[in-house]
């Protein structure tokens, strides 16, 4: 095991030090006293054996000078292990998330491409969990042709009360409630060559119930999204 | 994996940038009678803008017998795990009602009187049921088996051929009409939509740029140094409304699916044709 290092005078690398340092602080941790000492005493032998194979192949000895003990895990800034963890810089920084952001691109001009701005596809129907399935299969579709999906949202649902007129009599009596639902799937950068082929593919695969709307993102189908708020709009028509 | 799949996407329909790297060209002895139309300045290609005018399916498709089974499955699946409705949970609450009365214990205490049950519900939704008739799958004209007509093959997309006279042969073809300098190839097709249908037609089509392409050169004979074949490009259109007026020419029209463009088209041309149809 000690032998080991000797060996290692060829390797510079610190790891190797710091794994053999962690070792042998292991075996003097759970050594008993007397085999402590022997195994003490080799070490300092072999580390004064190998301080000088480190000085002759120009090491730095400051590590295997003061002994196992001594030498700690320290990164400065001088030495060749400096920021040797580092890894902040590999990972995309995630941006903060905006409450009220928006993007709003014109369509690009780009010669014989050119691209549609923001659009949204409305899917609407009486069954949910048609209008849910219909809308996930566009949203993989989307994904699959690299088209990027900015957002894929719900519209809230509409109720429908559906009442028929009894056979004798005025009275209206409540025949059903029909609820509707809106899947919204918005994309971006959908190049007008690919435009056609994406839409006849959306409209040919359409399930019997779900109508399918494409239209371009305005700032009225953004704000229709938030509640209305009538606190707010009665401070803002006494203020005017 | 997602780029390449779309750009072989792409590259199926984008048929129009693909004159660039067909050389040898499609070679078929079409003559034009068009001779006395200018060619282009500097190319020796005529360009024809042509349509292709699709009527999208009216009806879905029907079930392959795995899917209904599949369907049925999940059908049964889904009434096995969900809970009681409004209805069945007020029908339970009377037959628990009824049998109650038979047995005489609480005649006074839940004495209410609906004006309809549950069941008498039932049978009324039953007997409006009845009286509705779903429409037919397969139409008098699929059974006569009339091309001409717009309501034949509902679950399919149908596609308008028409037959016109090149030279001295009789050949069907989408309906093309040559450029004239100063509009777009997509005006050109527009063009051909209105003097087809002298109005009547109305078709939308879902972009500006063409979906396939087919160059041929024309016989020997008609050769010229400006003059050496043409190239026509497709464009799609979706039929909305309207069709062909019945006091115009007959035999000189067909509406056809896909498989049946053999019987007609010939052969390299079908082959540039049926690149750009989409059918399921």
Excluded at chain 1, 182 to 190: A, D, F, K, M, Y
């Amino acid at each position: 095991m000690f032998s080991s290092w000797v060996d290692l005078r060829g390797f510079r690398t610190f790891a190797l030090t710091q794994l053999l340092q962690r070792l042998t602080l292991r075996l003097f941790s759970s050594g008993a006293g007397h085999s402590v000492l022997c195994l003490r005493n080799n070490t300092i032998f072999k580390q004064a054996f190998s301080l000088l194979k480190f000085k002759a192949s120009g090491e730095n000895p400051i590590y295997s000078a003061g002994g196992i003990l001594l030498s700690t895990s320290r990164h400065y800034k001088s030495k060749p292990t400096h920021a040797i963890g580092r890894y902040q810089h590999l990972i995309k920084a995630e941006e903060p998330k905006k409450k009220r952001g928006k993007v709003e691109v014109r369509a690009i001009n780009l010669g014989t491409d050119h691209e549609y701005c923001v659009l949204n596809i409305h899917l609407t129907a009486y069954d949910m969990t048609l209008a849910e399935s219909y809308a996930q299969y566009v949203h993989n579709l989307c994904n699959d042709l690299s088209i990027k999906v900015e957002e894929s949202y719900a519209m809230p649902t509409k109720t429908m009360e559906v009442m028929r007129l009894l056979d004798q009599g005025n009275k209206m009596v409540l025949d059903s409630v029909l609820t509707t639902h809106e899947r919204v799937v918005q994309i971006s950068g959908l190049s007008a060559t690919f435009a056609e082929i994406f839409l006849e593919i959306i409209q040919s695969n359409l399930p019997e119930g779900v109508t399918l709307s494409v239209r371009e993102h305005t700032e009225e189908d953004f704000k229709g999204r938030f509640k209305a708020r009538p606190e707010l709009e009665e401070l803002l028509a006494k203020l005017n | 994996m997602a780029a390449p799949a779309r750009r072989n996407l792409l590259g199926v329909a984008r048929g129009w940038r693909r004159f660039e790297r067909l050389w040898a060209g499609s070679l078929s002895s079409r003559s034009l009678s068009l001779a006395a139309a200018p060619a282009n300045k500097g190319s020796p290609w005529r360009l024809l803008g042509a349509l292709c005018l699709q009527r999208p399916p009216v009806v879905s498709k029907p079930l392959t017998p795995l899917q209904e089974e599949m369907a049925a499955l999940l059908q049964q699946i889904e009434i096995e795990k969900s809970l009681y409705s409004d209805h069945e949970l007020r029908a339970l609450e009377e037959s628990e009602r009824l049998e109650r009365k038979k047995a005489d214990s609480y005649d006074e205490d839940d004495d209410r009187d609906d004006i309809l049950l549950v069941q008498d519900l039932e049978d009324m939704w039953e007997q409006t049921f009845l009286q509705f008739k779903p429409g037919a799958r397969i139409t008098e004209a699929d059974e006569k088996n009339d091309r001409t007509s717009l309501h034949r093959k509902l679950d399919r997309n149908l596609i308008l051929l028409v037959r016109e006279k090149l030279g001295d042969q009789d050949v069907w073809m989408l309906p093309q009409a040559e450029w004239q300098p100063g509009e777009t190839l997509r005006g050109t097709a527009e063009r051909t939509l209105a003097t087809l249908s002298e109005n009547n037609m109305e078709a939308k089509f879902l972009g500006n740029a063409p979906c396939g392409h087919y160059k041929f050169k024309f016989p020997q004979a008609m050769r010229t140094e400006s003059n050496l074949g043409a190239k026509v490009f497709f464009f799609k259109a979706l039929l909305l409304t309207g069709d062909f007026s019945q006091a115009g020419k007959k035999g000189h029209h067909v509406w056809v699916s896909k498989e049946e463009l053999g019987d007609y088209l010939k052969p390299k041309y079908l082959a540039q044709v049926r690149k750009f149809l989409l059918d399921f």
